[in-house]
Nanobody, 126 residues
Framework: VQLQASGGGLVKAGGSRRLSCAAS????????MGWFRQAPGKEREFVAA????????EYADSVKGRFTISRDNTKKLLYLQMNSLKPEDTAVYYC????????????????????WGQGTQVTVSS
């Protein structure tokens, strides 16, 4: 499977951005999906996850209430709507696909994902 993330760029603090992730290969609708991010000098961290059927979502505390994850299984697309962006949201954002199909709930650690996109840079200026 291939994951292609897009939508990154430069945005001012308080602004919004929507990231997209296009999937190909493996049956997209059978797997939960997640967004992670990595800032320079820091480890990759969990941002948001969505179950295969879109019924369950989970967010990191740092983005809760500002970010929304969603998916379109017919188009094989994953989204991350980011609002009220802060300079500390600056990072490379990665989409990822769960290693287990039809997982109950969602996975929130990097070890639970076995397919990763190439990343898209989001820079929030103050």
């Amino acid at each position: 499977v291939q994951l292609q993330a897009s939508g990154g760029g430069l945005v001012k603090a308080g602004g919004s951005r929507r990231l997209s992730c296009a999937a190909s290969g493996r049956t997209f609708s059978a797997y939960g999906m997640g967004w992670f991010r990595q800032a320079p000098g820091k480890e990759r961290e969990f941002v948001a996850a969505i179950s295969w059927d879109a019924l369950v979502t989970e967010y990191a505390d740092s983005v809760k209430g500002r970010f929304t994850i969603s998916r379109d299984n017919t188009k094989k697309l994953l989204y991350l709507q980011m609002n009220s962006l802060k300079p500390e949201d600056t990072a490379v954002y990665y989409c990822a696909e769960d290693s287990d199909s039809f997982r109950v709930g969602v996975a929130i650690t990097v070890y639970d994902y076995d397919r990763w996109g190439q990343g898209t840079q989001v820079t929030v200026s103050s």
